[in-house]
């Protein structure tokens, strides 16, 4: 299975083809979810099938998109980020008629990252477009994105994959699936291969992973609080530790045997949301590790 043959299977997709077989989809959208290379796929998807009913990927049109060679399905930014002369160079194609689609199609990706001058100077032919023309607009935020821009094209909000399926893509793209990084992504493809591709994140996954099998006694909370206080990567860890204890409250559910009880796990949430805000308030990263895993060896021994 490959990224757009996942695509294809969501809501989002299927919501949108619906539109397009009753002639009813807008001249211009707004792409929105937190996984910029989702995002990107996602305009690439609906690029294929406003020029191919089936998104076969073998026909000319097709061919032709997924390699960028397309003369009607033109990608913005040229550069690293949207400015006004990457503004400039859509209003100067616009008028350009469609050599092979029916469409002129213009993604633009990383909205969020535009300056203020170039989605201004967006604006007006964003309100009214020649009439073959369709804007797919991409954003990882919309707290950058003008309100004259949100105003001027219709959201479309991408839900996260379903996390089997999700699976199932990540072992074919990578051959390895760290779960960690299942549950990190939060459904989100680009994010969840970034991350089972990450080393640090990995080894930050088997660091958790080891503290929970073999923290026995306060002697291993001072071996383990050294690591785990080091700031660079402090926050994942406490993801991480969230994660972890999460899939126990599954084990529990599922009627599994665990060392902890599901009263014990919510109190231990309640001390790694307390490190999370003494971390944001910059407290001494030592104190909030060794005071973290101090209660969670605590709770353990309760919960025997």
Partial sequence: MDIISLLKEGNSYNNFNKLIEFGKFSHAYL????????NKAFCT??????????????CESCVKILSGTHPDVLTFPKTKNFVVDDAKGVIEELNVLPMLSNYKIFIINNFNKATVQAQNKLL???????????FLINATTLETVLPTVQSRTQKIELEPIDLQKLREFIIEADGKVNENAILEGAGYPGITLKYNENQTFLDNSNFIENILENMKSSKDVITYSSTFSIKEGFEERLNL???????????????EPCEFTKEG???????INEAKKQFLANCNLNLIADVLLLGILEVKYICK
């Fill in 124 to 134: 007006k032919s964003l309100e009214e477009p020649p009439e073959n023309v369709i």
């Fill in 241 to 255: 530790l969230e994660h972890a204890f999460d899939k126990l409250l599954t084990k529990i559910a599922a009627g």
């Fill in 265 to 271: 796990i919510a109190m231990i949430f309640e001390k």
């Fill in 31 to 38: 792409i929105v979810s937190p996984d910029e290379d989702y």
């Fill in 45 to 58: 998807l609906l690029a294929l099938r406003l020029n191919c009913a089936s998104v076969c990927r073998h």
